[in-house]
């Protein structure tokens, strides 16, 4: 797992590129993520953030970390402007954030979370409920495939975290792949465009795994902005990820993110999440 030395590279990327702008461009323009699922990520990084900034005319840095609450404590306490997380968190907090743009995926705005095991476990296909006595990676715990649908799925099929021999997270999808493939976990709950994804790079992870179940579609994990931030240079920000697509360079981005394109999206894309929040958490969602 290079899941830390990816955050500490990621975290001195943004503050040279940032440093090396500054002085001739002014603030740069900040953007939080977790760790993406490439072999080179540091260096992808790097190509984003100097596609961004060409085209914006101002200095443009990510800054990643491993934990959505992580994202999340930066972008409220203004030391990042917009922030790339998953469709739960923002509707937690979606009165505090306000969306600025959404990956398609496949085409649409939408993914699923997948239950994988170990190729050749005993765990039955559709196996929620063989998971008692078992143990369970976990992604995260703002993940909505990596945590909430688990949760649901586990009360559906009559289980409680008590009932499994034990569920951690792995902090990062790809990592719950690994968790599985090697054994730490019976079963994984993860993001199926990340395991899509893992498997088009023909990673040993995915090779090793089985995808058992697919959940209903939810929408894709979103990029947000503080709601009463109306920074002009967000508005910039969210045209020059809309019209990535039509470009050359741009489209080469998103091919190595396997998206096809950004999109504006409508809270109501996320009001599955919002009823699966509800069924969890009951009155206090």
Not at 11 to 33: E, T
Not at 195 to 216: F, G
Not at 246 to 263: I, K, M, P, T
Request: net charge positive.
């Amino acid at each position: 797992m290079q899941r830390r030395n990816f955050v500490q590279y990621g975290a001195v990327l943004g503050l040279s590129l940032g440093s090396a702008r500054v002085g001739a461009a002014g603030n740069p323009l900040r953007i939080g993520l977790t760790a993406v699922i490439l072999a080179d990520q540091a260096a992808f990084l790097a190509r984003w953030s100097e596609y961004l900034s060409e085209r914006m005319d101002i200095p443009v840095t990510f800054v990643a970390r491993e934990s959505y609450q992580a994202i999340l404590d930066l972008l409220f306490s203004n030391q990042i402007d917009a922030a790339w997380i998953c469709g739960y968190p923002y509707v937690r907090h979606q009165a505090q954030l306000r969306l600025l743009v959404v990956p398609l995926y496949q085409g649409n705005p939408v993914y699923q979370s997948y239950l994988i095991r170990t190729r050749g476990s005993a765990i039955k296909l559709n196996g929620w409920g063989d998971l008692k006595n078992r143990v369970l990676a976990y992604s995260d715990p703002l993940s909505n495939s990596g945590w909430l649908v688990a949760q649901a799925q586990l009360r559906a099929a009559g289980l409680n975290a008590l009932d499994l021999r034990r569920g951690f997270f792995a902090h990062g999808h790809n990592n719950v792949a690994e968790a599985v493939a090697s054994g730490l976990a019976h079963a994984g709950s993860i993001d199926g465009y990340v395991w899509e994804t893992l498997q088009l790079q023909k990673t040993a992870a995915v090779a090793n795994t089985q995808v058992i179940w697919k959940s209903e579609f939810y929408g894709f994990p979103p990029i947000v902005v503080r709601h009463e931030d109306r920074n002009a240079s967000l508005e910039v920000l969210g045209q020059t990820l809309l019209g990535m697509h039509e470009e050359s360079h741009g489209q080469d981005l998103l091919r190595a993110l396997n998206l096809n394109a950004f999109a504006r999206p409508t809270p109501a894309l996320y009001d599955s999440i919002r009823e699966l929040v509800k069924s969890v958490h009951g009155a206090r969602a």
